[in-house]
């Protein structure tokens, strides 16, 4: 079983920065893509940016230039930088894996593991 753990969430200025951690339990090697969600209040959790067993990333058109997903493959961790904070970004951040078999890229039914989610908010 893989446990997915976040950090880094908390409150922030428009224009600010914050960085987002995510321990992986096992070795990242082993498992498929992993992904950033977010959930707005009262919206459905969607897509931020999604990186590729192979190293080929997505991001979602809203966070494009202002958000960067990274991993280290020595420490089992996915880290998601955010600058140019906007209060629209404000939302829970999920980390998200996939088992090796699943396609790319997955869908948001299609994701195996879930990490508890980390506030974000950004105040204008």
């Known amino acids: 079983q893989v446990q997915l753990v976040e950090s880094g969430g908390g409150l922030v200025q428009a224009g600010g920065s914050l960085r987002l951690t995510c321990a992986v339990s096992?070795?990242?090697?082993?498992?498929?893509?992993q992904a950033w969600y977010r959930q707005p209040p009262g919206q459905q959790r969607e897509l931020v940016a999604l990186i590729s067993r192979g190293g080929t990333i997505t991001y979602a058109d809203s966070v494009k230039g202002r958000f960067t997903i990274s991993r280290d493959l020595s420490k089992d961790t996915v880290g998601l930088e955010m600058n140019s904070l906007k209060p629209e970004d404000t939302a829970v951040y999920y980390c998200?894996?996939?088992?090796?078999?699943?396609?790319?890229?997955?869908?948001?039914?299609?994701?195996?593991?879930w990490g508890q989610g980390t506030q974000v908010t950004v105040s204008s």
């Open positions: 998200a894996a996939t088992e090796l078999f699943r396609p790319f890229p997955p869908t948001v039914e299609s994701i195996d593991y």
């Open positions: 096992v070795s990242i090697g082993g498992i498929g893509a």
